[in-house]
């Protein structure tokens, strides 16, 4: 089982998945705030408020409920698949309806209507993308071999990335031109997008399937207590906080760069063309983040990672106001760091899976995922709202020239407060306890004796 290896066409199957669910993701996470405010007329800091409230009532809820009802699933097409298949049209019917929100909303009218609109929306993206990224770990145990299958998904899912990032705006604009309107223009896009996220979740849910594997049977634990037992966890409670800080500098960056192209360095028709920049660099440096794991296990190398897109993040906060070229370069250097974001989370929390085997004696991937998921959405909405009332505080007016005023907290929450958060992450990273070679002993002594308590938790790097 160590050895374990999976063909090219498994894994490309398993990638085209990624390439809708990565798409919604982005456009959301680009695109979402603008389009509330800056299309919609919404007050920021109430868009920002209802998105951060979703994630603390039914969000709370739903990403683990559906991870730890994936993993009592029983069915002829295995435990993850039938939640791709049938939650796939419905996913791009949300994602539609997301975009298509009526004009001259305000007060609590406007709180519900992006509240419940979003609820939809995440709903049916976490019941696709948990059992989707739950279905990883089940299709290899090989260390490596994780890292592999992850890498060539997240090829898939930067394309994904720069067709939401980058194809947002242009598709709006297009169907602005032949509807009339732009909030006609955005419902359109929000169609397009669904559809086509729609046909990559059906393209993998058809195209892989899940291997039988004896020790993947239902879950007997309670769903509370099932939760709680992630929490005894401790390499993943350690990821779980990198993870939390870095995808909320992430989220702070792609929610507030619009506003930082547009007024900040008035690049506003280069947005495509920037957010492209980054996002190819991402891709370009997937394989040679694979490579360098090879050699320093994972947790130091998505460390490193974060370490150079902090710096070149930061670098953003000193450019003066007007266009200024340097911005590609601060791009290219931040996809090159953030292209260990890409690759080391997905590739490291597939081992936890075994340490929690050994806690529980049960395969539950959907749990894990499930708290993962509640988490990493969190995060970003927790990274919308933080946007949203900073433009509040700092005085930002949609749509007009900005005070100094208003373009120093776009400056500040930009490029320093991500910086400074992704470098309190390093720590939890360099040391991190899961090593190949730990991994390894993990393994042999999961299948020599196969019982819960069989092997020992990893406490330090091997």
């Known amino acids: 089982m160590v050895n374990e290896k999976l063909s090219a066409k498994t894994k490309l199957l398993y990638g085209v998945g990624d390439l809708g669910i990565a798409m919604?993701?982005?456009?959301?996470?680009?695109?979402?705030?603008?389009?509330?405010?800056?299309?919609?007329?919404?007050?920021?800091?109430?868009?920002?408020t209802a998105l951060l409230v979703g994630k603390l009532t039914w969000d709370a809820v739903?990403?683990?409920?559906?991870?730890?009802?994936?993993?009592?699933?029983?069915?002829?097409?295995?435990?993850?698949?039938?939640?791709?298949?049938?939650g796939a049209v419905p996913l791009g019917l949300t994602t539609w309806l997301l975009y298509s929100?009526?004009?001259?909303?305000?007060?609590?009218?406007?709180?519900?209507?992006?509240?419940?609109?979003?609820?939809?929306?995440?709903?049916m993206h976490t019941l696709v993308s948990t059992a989707y990224s739950a279905l990883s770990p089940e299709l290899t145990y090989d260390y490596d071999e994780r890292t592999s299958l992850i890498t060539v998904r997240m090829v898939f899912t930067v394309i994904g990335y720069i067709?939401?990032?980058?194809?947002?705006?242009?598709?709006?604009?297009?169907?602005?031109?032949?509807?009339?309107?732009?909030?006609?223009?955005?419902?359109?896009?929000?169609?397009v997008l669904g559809l086509i996220a729609m046909t990559t979740v059906l393209v993998t849910a058809v195209g892989v399937k899940e291997p039988r594997r004896p020790e993947s049977r239902p879950?007997?634990?309670?769903?509370?207590?099932?939760?709680?037992?992630?929490?005894?966890?401790?390499?993943f409670m350690q990821l779980m906080a990198a993870q939390f800080l870095s995808s909320f500098s992430f989220t702070l960056l792609t929610s507030l760069l619009p506003f930082f192209v547009i007024y900040q360095v008035d690049m506003e028709s280069q947005i495509p063309f920037l957010m492209l920049t980054m996002l190819v660099a991402i891709g370009?440096?997937?394989?040679?983040?694979?490579?360098?794991?090879?050699?320093i296990n994972k947790g130091p190398s998505y460390?490193?990672?974060?370490?150079?897109?902090?710096?070149?993040?930061?670098?953003?906060?000193?450019?003066?106001?007007?266009?200024?070229?340097a911005l590609y370069a601060i791009a290219f250097l931040a996809g090159l760091g953030f292209s260990a974001q890409w690759v080391f989370p997905w590739s490291m929390m597939p081992d936890v899976i075994e340490i929690d085997q050994v806690l529980t004696g049960e395969r539950r991937e959907g749990i894990y995922y499930g708290?993962?998921?509640?988490?990493?959405?969190?995060?970003?909405?927790?990274?919308?709202?933080?946007?949203?009332?900073?433009?509040?505080?700092?005085?930002?007016?949609?749509?007009?020239?900005?005070?100094?005023?208003?373009?120093?907290?776009?400056?500040l929450f930009f490029g320093i407060v991500p910086s400074v958060v992704l470098i309190l992450s390093l720590p939890l990273l360099f040391w991190y306890p899961i090593t190949r070679a730990s991994h390894a002993r993990l393994r042999a002594q999961l299948e020599a004796k196969g019982e819960p308590g069989s092997a020992d938790l990893p406490a330090s790097p091997a």
Do not use: H
Not at 219 to 235: C, D, G, H, Q
Not at 284 to 295: E, N, Y
């Open 303 to 325: 460390a490193l990672g974060l370490l150079i897109a902090a710096l070149a993040v930061s670098a953003s906060f000193l450019l003066p106001y007007g266009p200024s070229p």
């Open 163 to 191: 067709l939401g990032a980058a194809a947002t705006t242009p598709i709006a604009a297009v169907a602005k031109e032949l509807l009339g309107s732009e909030k006609a223009g955005y419902s359109a896009m929000g169609a």
């Open 101 to 123: 929100m009526p004009s001259g909303l305000a007060g609590a009218k406007a709180f519900l209507v992006v509240l419940f609109s979003y609820l939809l929306f995440d709903t």
């Open 371 to 411: 708290v993962w998921a509640f988490l990493s959405k969190f995060t970003n909405a927790l990274g919308i709202a933080v946007s949203g009332w900073a433009l509040k505080l700092f005085g930002y007016v949609p749509n007009v020239a900005q005070t100094e005023q208003a373009r120093l907290g776009i400056r």
């Open 219 to 235: 879950s007997t634990i309670p769903p509370l207590r099932s939760v709680l037992l992630t929490f005894k966890n401790r390499p």
């Open 62 to 86: 739903n990403d683990p409920l559906i991870g730890w009802l994936s993993d009592r699933t029983r069915s002829r097409w295995g435990r993850r698949r039938p939640y791709l298949l049938f």
């Open 284 to 295: 370009i440096f997937l394989f040679p983040w694979k490579a360098v794991s090879q050699r």
């Open 24 to 48: 919604l993701t982005a456009s959301v996470q680009f695109f979402l705030l603008y389009f509330l405010t800056d299309v919609v007329l919404i007050d920021p800091a109430l868009a920002g």
